[in-house]
């Protein structure tokens, strides 16, 4: 595929890192609030776009992940958007459950700032 179809035509064209994976970032589709970074392989991207639910590639475990299948925050994806090099998607979701994405037990997984290089818990 050349640079002009890549960037400015209708067909979808992932381009992988060398491991297979692509960047995915969630928001919130209501409020914006970025929710977490996570990576999808070939799979789940077309398991998310079959099934209208988010489903991650986990480097740490090695296997595929539906969001919220042990946890119930299940992403349910509003609009999925891929970045105009096609390496990198942005999913707006609505997230079930108690509304929590991280692992942690905190709304985004972004819920901590750096000030004066330590690391500050905010809401």
């Not at 929710?35 to 070939?42: I, K, P, R, T, V």
Request: contains cysteine; proline residues 2%.
């Amino acid at each position: 595929m050349d640079k002009h179809d890549l960037e400015q035509g209708e067909t979808l064209a992932p381009r992988y890192d060398a491991s297979g994976l692509i960047a995915a970032v969630a928001t919130h589709a209501d409020t914006g609030e970025v929710l977490m970074l996570a990576w999808m392989n070939a799979e789940a991207l077309e398991r998310t776009l079959a099934t209208g639910e988010a489903h991650y590639w986990s480097r740490s475990r090695g296997e595929l992940w539906h969001k919220g299948a042990t946890s119930g925050q299940v992403q349910t994806v509003d609009e999925l958007r891929i970045d105009c090099d096609q390496d990198a998607v942005w999913l707006k979701v609505r997230p079930q459950g108690d509304g929590g994405a991280c692992h942690t037990g905190a709304r985004s997984c972004f819920y901590r700032a750096v000030e004066g290089g330590r690391l500050v818990r905010r809401p």
